[in-house]
């Protein structure tokens, strides 16, 4: 018997992954609509237990296929392709099938049934009528979707049923600060009305019936070792275990203190903090906030086309917006929306959050002012040539699958190199920019360690607050905010400053010891999507 040709391979390969990603979006049609398919917009999935256990099906069956096409057969792009999905299935396994996060994370409910609504008005800025039918569509199945949320839920880590509490609070506030855009939009405002109170009262019902569910045993979160290992593998891309990228966590606490104390030293003898703060409480700006932003995103950008750090696509576009009052609650500072993978628009919106506006009391607004001190390295991080650039790139890529990938240590490791490269090549000309980059860092360095902790049980929540409260001089409340999703997305954290790693080694090697240009270097790190930087250089 003939043994199949590589094109008879790679037309199984891409008829399995499209039979995947079609029943994946009819299961869960939400998921659908954020890659851009316009079909599924006025869909919210069934969310029943059946639902879950189906997809867990569908994913082993998908895997198994996948897995019996031989590795060899795959070269280059098509390799990354395959490799990109079979760690994509594998770690859906893990949270679905293994860990049952639909079970026992309760905000997996909460969230998902307001990101629905969230996502669609985030698309019709400017014109919520044009979206509204959509709008309708999910607000009306809401209800059905977190009663059928409610029952799947079975021994919740105690700390994500407080959490899905706070996440039901601040969905109900969007929804009845949505209302008056909405009514506004709509012709007929007594159904949008009547739309958002049932929606309302599921929110209520949903964050109630939680309550009464019996908890699992409190820091249930943790993943444990061989879990946590198994996903710095599929998501990280790493040869390592906890305690050897602990020990990296550690190693770069000690650096970047030591870094940020050097960098002190040229300033005169105050500390880094204390030279950050002062640089905070002495900046007065001139304008509006939201005006700085537009024109500190456009001049990064110009910048960047004059120094030649890395190409910028044509015709892509970034609107920087204000937040709008009913989207106040849900942005920090400022914030990326990226556009659809699947979406011929290549325009993403950074929004910019200014509370000040709100407080009449001056020295409150200035203080809600100076959140925003250092709003340079953010428009690096968010726009150029952080988040934006790099999604927009990807999306443009000629393989569909490949748009869907999404790994932290590419798209995170990413935007710390951005931050890294702003200082050095003066992407940025603030006063104490090269401080605030290494602050960030020491902060991220702090994420590697309280990852680790966190999943191996050898920190506790309380525990991990307190060391960022120690570590960066985070508030009790920004440091346990931080911690809170760092419960539910192991690995993640730790991604940011480890993808910067990796940046640096490839750079040492194929520009510094080799011949490479900085932009060349750049531009070859984007045409790849977002996949771990070890599996790019097997490619």
């Known amino acids: 018997m003939a043994s199949p040709n590589h094109k008879t391979i790679h037309a199984a390969f891409h008829s399995i992954w499209t039979a995947w990603l079609e029943m994946t979006c009819e299961l869960f049609p939400e998921q659908g609509s954020k890659l851009g398919l316009r079909k599924y917009d006025a869909r919210l999935g069934e969310n029943t237990p059946g639902i879950h256990l189906t997809h867990i099906k569908l994913l082993e069956k998908t895997l198994r296929q996948i897995e019996d096409l031989p590795e060899s057969a795959f070269q280059g792009d098509l ?3 395959r490799r990109g999905l079979i760690s994509r299935l594998r770690t859906d396994l893990l949270f679905q099938r293994d860990l049952r996060r639909w079970r026992t994370n309760p905000q997996d409910h909460s969230n998902a049934a307001i990101d629905s609504v969230f996502e669609l008005v985030v698309r019709g800025e400017g014109s919520l009528r044009r ?58 405002p007594v159904k949008i009305k009547a739309l958002l109170e049932a929606a309302v009262r599921a929110f209520n019902s949903f964050s109630k019936g939680v309550t009464r569910k019996p908890e699992g045993p409190k820091g249930s979160f943790a993943i444990g070792r061989e879990r946590f290992e198994f996903l710095i593998r599929e998501q990280l891309g790493l040869d390592l275990t906890l305690a050897e990228a602990r020990a990296v966590g550690l190693y770069q606490i000690a ?30 700006p001139d304008k509006p906030l939201i005006d700085l932003y537009l024109e500190e995103t456009s001049a990064i950008k110009m910048r960047l086309e004059r120094i030649g750090l890395v190409t910028l696509p044509a015709n892509e576009r970034l609107k920087v917006l204000p937040v709008p009052p009913f989207l106040k609650h849900q942005f920090p500072t400022a914030a990326y929306s990226a556009p659809e993978p699947f979406s011929k628009s290549h325009t993403g919106i950074f929004w910019v959050n200014d509370l000040g506006l709100d407080q009449s009391d001056p020295r409150r607004k200035a203080a809600e002012i100076r959140q925003h001190h250092g709003l340079e390295l953010t428009c ?55 401080l605030i980059q290494l602050h960030d860092a020491l902060w991220r360095a702090h994420r590697i360690v309280i990852d680790c902790g966190l999943h191996d049980g050898t920190l506790n929540h309380s525990a991990a607050v307190k060391q960022l409260q120690k570590g960066v001089h985070f508030t009790a409340s920004r440091a346990a905010g931080d911690v809170n999703w760092y419960t539910s997305s192991p690995t993640v954290p730790m991604s940011y400053l480890l993808g910067r790693l ?38």
């Open 255 to 284: 650096r970047h203190e030591h870094l940020l104390a050097q960098a002190a030293k040229r300033h005169g003898k105050k500390s880094a903090r204390s030279l950050i703060q002062e640089a905070a409480e002495q900046w007065r």
């Open 502 to 539: 990796e940046v640096e080694k490839l750079h040492r090697r194929l520009v510094e010891q080799g011949s490479w240009t900085l932009k060349r270097f750049n531009d070859w790190m984007l045409s790849h999507g977002a996949l771990p930087f070890s599996w790019i250089q097997r490619a």
């Open 79 to 81: 390799w990354l392709d």
């Open 131 to 188: 979206v509204l039918p959509a709008i309708e569509a999910r607000l009306a199945a809401i209800p059905d979707f977190l009663a059928a949320g409610l029952d799947c839920i079975k021994s919740p880590d105690p700390l994500w049923t407080s959490l899905a509490i706070q996440s039901c609070a601040g969905s109900i506030e969007f929804l009845r600060g949505l209302e008056k855009d909405l009514e506004a939009a709509s012709t007929r």
């Open 380 to 434: 690096v991080h968010e726009a150029y040539p952080g988040h934006h650039l790099q999604f927009v790139t990807q999306f443009r890529h000629s393989s569909r699958l490949r748009r869907l990938f999404s790994h932290a240590i590419f798209y995170e490791g990413w935007t710390m190199w951005s931050e890294l490269n702003a200082v050095r090549h003066n992407l940025v000309n603030i006063p104490c920019a090269e």
